[in-house]
T-cell receptor, first 111, second 113 residues
Framework: DAKTTQPTSMDCAEGRAANLPCNHSTISGNEYVYWYRQIHSQGPQYIIHGLKNNETNEMASLIITEDRKSSTLILPHATLRDTAVYYC????????????FGPGTRLSVLP | NAGVTQTPKFRVLKTGQSMTLLCAQDMNHEYMYWYRQDPGMGLRLIHYSVGEGTTAKGEVPDGYNVSRLKKQNFLLGLESAAPSQTSVYFCATQNGVRSYEQYFGPGTRLTVT
């Protein structure tokens, strides 16, 4: 699986958009980008995933650059409950084993 | 529909003691995983199973054993606990090889003194 690089921590004001970057410069053509988050020592929670097109669901949007070497997770209106560690993971879609979780980005949403 | 449950939630062991962590799921998922998470770090895979009766080693399998006798249960055993095994243990499930999402349990916090 390709390695990812994320900032250690970020702050965001409540109600504003939170933009979390991820670099994955060694990603291969058939690897997907996944985002999970972990709220205060709970089990990680799936957010979104994509291959090359931008994706949106009820939780977030995922913007992947045209060269696929980086991506941004966008939480459009961050709330205090979005304070968590966010993990960017790259892996093959049908590679049925584990996700490789790095240290992630600790997002603090401030009132 | 409980999803993924883990038993116990907390446990303190003395060095050399043994214990078994239980992961149970009611989603009929084929794949199950055991991860550990040390403070300030991401998750590391210990063992996993792609179906009833099958298990395989992950990234950090030493000191652990697993069994998947029933599809809904995945057991993680520590035969002789060591302080280095102090961690939070998470179980996860996945609905087959082409599924994109893993579902995680609430975790078991284990301290070995």
């Amino acid at each position: 699986d390709a390695k990812t690089t994320q900032p250690t921590s970020m702050d965001c004001a409540e109600g504003r958009a939170a933009n979390l970057p991820c670099n994955h410069s060694t990603i291969s053509g058939n690897e997907y980008v996944y985002w999970y988050r972990q709220i205060h020592s709970q089990g990680p929670q799936y957010i979104i995933h994509g291959l090359k097109n931008n994706e949106t669901n009820e939780m977030a949007s995922l913007i992947i650059t045209e060269d696929r070497k980086s991506s941004t997770l966008i939480l459009p209106h961050a709330t205090l409950r979005d304070t968590a560690v966010y993990y960017c993971i790259v892996r093959l879609y049908n590679y049925g084993q584990n996700f490789v979780f790095g240290p992630g980005t600790r997002l603090s949403v401030l009132p | 529909n409980a999803g993924v449950t883990q038993t116990p939630k907390f446990r303190v062991l003395k060095t050399g003691q043994s214990m078994t962590l239980l992961c149970a799921q009611d989603m009929n998922h084929e794949y199950m995983y055991w991860y550990r998470q040390d403070p300030g770090m991401g998750l590391r895979l210990i063992h996993y199973s792609v179906g009833e009766g099958t298990t395989a080693k992950g990234e950090v399998p030493d000191g652990y054993n697993v069994s998947r006798l029933k599809k809904q249960n995945f057991l993680l055993g520590l035969e002789s606990a060591a302080p280095s095994q102090t961690s939070v243990y998470f179980c996860a499930t996945q609905n087959g090889v082409r599924s994109y999402e893993q579902y995680f349990g609430p975790g078991t916090r284990l301290t070995v003194t």
